[in-house]
């Protein structure tokens, strides 16, 4: 099965996603740790798209599941890929949420297309 959902820059909408996607997790009977770790991956990457590109507008989330969980963030703006920036435990200005997301997923990707970026993890 498919969630799909919008999510705006308002807090309360970013406060809901975690909510949505445990939602889903529990509905599709994903065990707990991997619904944990898809809704920390999601509720990050949110929050960071929202921070950098704040005028991004609404970021389209699809998860799909399956043998692996797919989740793919769209949203329109400048060419931003947080998986591009180099962070390290510890170092300055680690951003400790991107560290997370790439141990938590099995794969990180990030593409272009036309006018808006693309991220998608398998968790």
Known sequence: GERVMDIGSDVQELAGVGDAVALYNEQKGIPAQRGYAIM?????????????????????????????VV??????????NPFA???????????????????????????RRQEENELTMIV
Not at 54 to 67: D, L, N, V
Not at 71 to 80: F, I, N, W
Not at 89 to 103: C, K
Request: glycine letters at 12%; hydrophobic letters at 35%; proline letters at 6%.
């Open 40 to 68: 920390s991956c999601v509720e990050e990457l949110s929050v960071l798209i929202q921070q950098r590109l704040p005028e991004t507008g609404k970021i389209h989330i699809r998860i799909r599941s399956g043998s692996n």
């Open 71 to 80: 989740v793919r963030l769209q949203y329109p703006g400048e060419r931003y």
């Open 85 to 111: 920036v180099r962070v390290s435990p510890g170092g300055p200005g680690a951003n400790l949420g991107i560290l997370m997301v790439r141990e938590m997923a099995v794969h990180v990707g990030y593409r």
